[in-house]
């Protein structure tokens, strides 16, 4: 495994991080050994949402917490709040209740990380600022970041806290690529050059903001995997050649992918098997070439200008 270090913090994590949204799934056993296979292969940052499996996942991580307690000072626990059924929720009184059902279920006194898990538009920035306070006040957060902002989002909910949003995490991936389409499509009259991030990428770059892309294998959660799907023909059949040169799997060289971009981005890879789960960490010792880069940008269908 591969760390980072994470400016304005004193985090290091693993350049894997294992998303755990499915791990309600799973039984207790299968867990179990889904999350000592990611410590063996030096994966640190587990990442959590109260809303995953209802709040099943953390409850099963919790348990095996429960049973392993040394494991709590070896890893790093992210999780997420502000997602309710039917709205989004970032109101004080909703950060600090679900911060405090999280860490009950995941049976831990503090989280390394916290989340906004989406912008909610009725946001008032004056309240979690404040709910970010208590929770660091009282030892129950260490750091905050933010999930599916973009920068003005950002800039706004930063304006009104004292430490630095240390994570962004989005949807990213090799097909669902539209911060590296807006970069290409400067000035440019098709669908590539509407900017729909708000220069994301390059604005966490410019403010040392780590993005940790979730869903890496994934065209969308409702569409599933592009790995093996008729829609990708060209873009597996280049994931096959070039695992084949490097000796890795084709789901590999797609995370590949993701860590070749210079901005050290972390990637949320969310298996549920721990034969996958080691074939995916193996990514992290190969480079792509810039030309492997761009062949799999390009064989998904989209044009350089
Ligand atoms: N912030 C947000 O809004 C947001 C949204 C969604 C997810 N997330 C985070 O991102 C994490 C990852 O999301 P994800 O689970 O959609 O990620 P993913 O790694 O893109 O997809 C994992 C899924 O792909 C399947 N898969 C098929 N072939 C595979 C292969 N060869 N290797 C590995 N997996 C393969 C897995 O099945 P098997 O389990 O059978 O291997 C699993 O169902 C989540 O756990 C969560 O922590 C965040």
Redesign the pocket.
């Known amino acids: 495994m591969k760390y980072y270090e994470i400016p304005n913090s004193n985090l290091i994590v693993s350049k894997l991080a294992l998303?755990?949204?499915?791990l309600a799934e799973l039984s207790f056993e299968e867990a179990e050994k889904l999350i000592y296979t990611a410590r063996e292969w030096g994966i640190n940052v587990f990442?959590?949402?109260d809303i995953?499996g209802n709040g099943k996942s953390e409850t099963i991580f919790g348990e095996v917490l429960k049973k392993n307690p040394t494991l709590r000072k070896q890893i790093i626990i992210q999780t997420?709040c502000g997602i309710k059924e039917g709205y989004y929720d970032s109101s004080e009184e909703h950060i600090l209740a679900s911060v405090n059902a999280s860490l009950e279920r995941l049976n831990t006194d503090y989280l390394d990380v916290l989340l906004i898990?989406?912008p909610d538009a009725l946001t008032d920035f004056s309240e979690v600022a404040k709910a970010f306070k208590i929770l660091r006040g009282e030892k129950k957060v260490k750091f905050f970041g933010v999930?599916?902002m973009n920068s003005i989002q950002i800039e706004i909910l930063q304006k009104h806290l004292p430490n630095k949003l240390i994570f962004n995490?989005l949807?990213f991936?090799v097909v669902h690529s539209l911060m590296i389409d807006e970069i290409f499509n400067v000035n440019i009259a098709n669908d590539y050059a509407v900017n729909r991030t708000g220069d994301i990428l390059d604005y966490m770059r410019i403010n040392d903001i780590t993005m940790q892309a979730?869903?890496?294998?994934?065209i969308s959660?409702t569409k599933g995997?592009y790995?093996d799907h008729p829609d990708y023909l060209k873009l597996n059949q280049k994931l096959h050649e070039i695992g084949t040169k490097y000796g890795i799997?084709p789901?590999a060289v797609a995370v590949a992918w993701i860590l070749r971009h210079p901005a050290q981005i972390q990637v949320?890879?969310?298996?549920?098997?721990p034969a996958?789960l080691r074939?995916?960490v193996k990514a992290v010792d190969i480079e792509l070439t810039k030309e492997e880069w761009y062949d799999l940008y390009l064989s998904v269908g989209k044009k350089l200008p």
């Open positions: 998303g755990c949204m499915r990442d959590h949402a995953y997420k898990h989406r999930s599916n995490q949807h991936n979730w869903s890496p294998l994934q959660l995997t790995l799997s789901a949320v890879v969310g298996t549920t098997k996958s074939e995916l």
